[in-house]
T-cell receptor, first 108, second 113 residues
Framework: KNEVEQSPQNLTAQEGEFITINCSYSVGISALHWLQQHPGGGIVSLFMLSSGKKKHGRLIATINIQEKHSSLHITASHPRDSAVYICAVDGDTDKLIFGTGTRLQVFP | ETGVTQSPTHLIKTRGQQVTLRCSSQSGHNTVSWYQQALGQGPQFIFQYYREEENGRGNFPPRFSGLQFPNYSSELNVNALELDDSALYLC????????????FGQGTRLTVV
C-alpha cells in the first residue's frame, strides 16, 4: 500500500462541473501539497497546507489532520483545468512523498 | 513561472553512458531535491541537497549521485545508464529551515536507448 493514495485515478468532467479529488495518507506529516502537472512534465505548486482550508480563485483545498485526508475542489471547471493533479506530503524526513496523481480531463 | 530552471529539457543517451542534469534553484532557497518520475507514476525521491551536503536519499543505487554548488544550484549525475532510467527528472528548490513551499523546474526528459 502506498503511503499516499489518491482517488480517482482518472476523472472526466463537462465544463462547469464541480470537481473533487481526494488524497489519503498514512504517515505523519508537517504539510501537504497539491500540485498540478501539465503534459510535458512541468509541475506547479497549487497549495501547501497543514490545517484547515485554503482558497485560490476557483480552487479550494481542505485537510483533516485527524483523518489523514485532504481534498482538492475545482469549482466551475474549465478545459484549461485539464492536467494531472498530484498530492504530496512532507513526511518527517524532509522529502516529499507523492501520490500517483489524478488525471483530469474537462470537456467543453 | 518559478525561478527554477532545468537543463537540458530533453536528452537521449545510450545504455552504459553517463549523464549530467542541471538545476538552478529559486533565489533565496538553500535546498534542492531531485525526483524521478516514470511514465504514469508519481515522482520518486532520489536525494536532497542542503547547503552543499546530501541531506537524505531515497532508494536509488550509488550510480545516482549529485552535487550542490555554493550558489545552491545542483547537478544530478547518473552513471552506467540503464533502459529503466528513462524518465522525467524533476528538481525542486525550497528553503529547508523555513519549511516553505517547494518550487519545481520543468523537468528533464531522459530517454535511454
Amino acid at each position: 500500500k502506498n503511503e499516499v493514495e489518491q482517488s480517482p485515478q482518472n476523472l472526466t468532467a463537462q465544463e462547469g462541473e464541480f470537481i473533487t479529488i481526494n488524497c489519503s495518507y498514512s504517515v505523519g506529516i508537517s504539510a501537504l501539497h497539491w500540485l498540478q502537472q501539465h503534459p510535458g512534465g512541468g509541475i506547479v505548486s497549487l497549495f501547501m497546507l497543514s490545517s484547515g482550508k485554503k482558497k485560490h480563485g476557483r480552487l479550494i483545498a481542505t485537510i483533516n489532520i485527524q483523518e489523514k485526508h485532504s481534498s482538492l475542489h475545482i469549482t466551475a471547471s474549465h478545459p484549461r483545468d485539464s492536467a494531472v493533479y498530484i498530492c504530496a506530503v512532507d513526511g518527517d524526513t524532509d522529502k516529499l512523498i507523492f501520490g500517483t496523481g489524478t488525471r483530469l480531463q474537462v470537456f467543453p | 513561472e518559478t525561478g527554477v530552471t532545468q537543463s537540458p529539457t530533453h536528452l537521449i543517451k545510450t545504455r552504459g553512458q553517463q549523464v549530467t542534469l542541471r538545476c538552478s534553484s529559486q533565489s533565496g532557497h538553500n535546498t534542492v531535491s531531485w525526483y524521478q518520475q516514470a511514465l504514469g507514476q508519481g515522482p520518486q525521491f532520489i536525494f536532497q541537497y542542503y547547503r552543499e551536503e546530501e541531506n537524505g536519499r531515497g532508494n536509488f543505487p550509488p550510480r545516482f549521485s549529485g552535487l550542490q554548488f555554493p550558489n545552491y544550484s545542483s547537478e544530478l549525475n547518473v552513471n552506467a545508464l540503464e533502459l529503466d532510467d528513462s524518465a522525467l527528472y524533476l528538481c525542486a528548490s525550497s528553503q529547508l529551515t523555513l519549511n516553505t513551499e517547494a518550487f519545481f523546474g520543468q523537468g528533464t526528459r531522459l530517454t535511454v536507448v
